[in-house]
């Protein structure tokens, strides 16, 4: 299945663009997906091991899966004050 993965934040500075499409199975987790997309675009591979999975607007964790359909988002650890 196809599914389409939004970045932000300094996820999409380094990815140099602001979502990914990519081909997975229909049993993938939230954490294969981050590992689909460390090997699509390299830039990001060791920012991912701190990156939260929302999928339709909440948290996932690493064993949840990802449907088609879902909007599907990358949140990096963001600071401010």
């Given amino acids: 299945m196809r599914v389409e993965v939004l970045l932000f934040a300094s996820l999409s500075e380094f990815a140099s663009r602001d979502r990914l499409e990519l081909e997975v199975s229909e049993s993938t987790t939230a ?21 939260r999975v929302a999928v339709d607007h909440h948290f996932r964790s690493d064993a949840d899966l990802v449907l088609p359909g879902n909007e599907i988002a990358l949140i990096p650890p963001v600071s401010g004050g």
Avoid: C, I
């Avoid at 954490?31 to 990156?51: M, N, Y």
């Fill in 31 to 51: 954490r294969e997906l981050l590992d689909r997309v460390a090997d699509q675009v390299p830039e990001l591979s060791g920012r991912l091991a701190s990156v």
